[in-house]
Nanobody
Framework: VQLAESGGGLVQTGGSLRLSCVAS????????MGWYRQAPGKQRELVAT???????NYDGSVKGRFTISRDNAKNTVTLQMNSLKPEDTAVYYC?????????????????WGKGTLVTVSS
């Protein structure tokens, strides 16, 4: 599975950006797509994810400001980011987790994009 991100850039505090990610390759129907971010000197953290069934999960710091959506037919996931803050500055990575059923249960295989830089100036 290959992931191609777009939409990062520089924005002022309070501004908006929209990130998009297109997945290609061997995509299974049961999957989770979403966004993670990594700020300088910090670990990568979850921002928002959405299952192929439509369930969403947001980090508390972005709830009410960010909205994740996806188009299963086009294998795309989008993150609309509003009311951006300087602490949102990070490299944002698209993630796709393919859920594979095995005899022992379900396993997830993670794929990552190269990342796109979001910089929010104060």
């Amino acid at each position: 599975v290959q992931l191609a991100e777009s939409g990062g850039g520089l924005v002022q505090t309070g501004g908006s950006l929209r990130l998009s990610c297109v997945a290609s390759g061997s995509i299974v129907s049961d999957n989770v797509m979403g966004w993670y971010r990594q700020a300088p000197g910090k670990q990568r953290e979850l921002v928002a994810t959405m299952t192929s069934g439509g369930s969403t999960n947001y980090d508390g710091s972005v709830k009410g400001r960010f909205t994740i959506s996806r188009d299963n037919a086009k294998n795309t996931v989008t993150l609309q980011m509003n009311s951006l803050k300087p602490e949102d500055t990070a490299v944002y990575y698209c993630n796709a987790r393919m859920i594979i059923a095995t005899i022992e249960g379900k396993n997830g295989i993670d794929y990552w994009g190269k990342g796109t830089l979001v910089t929010v100036s104060s």
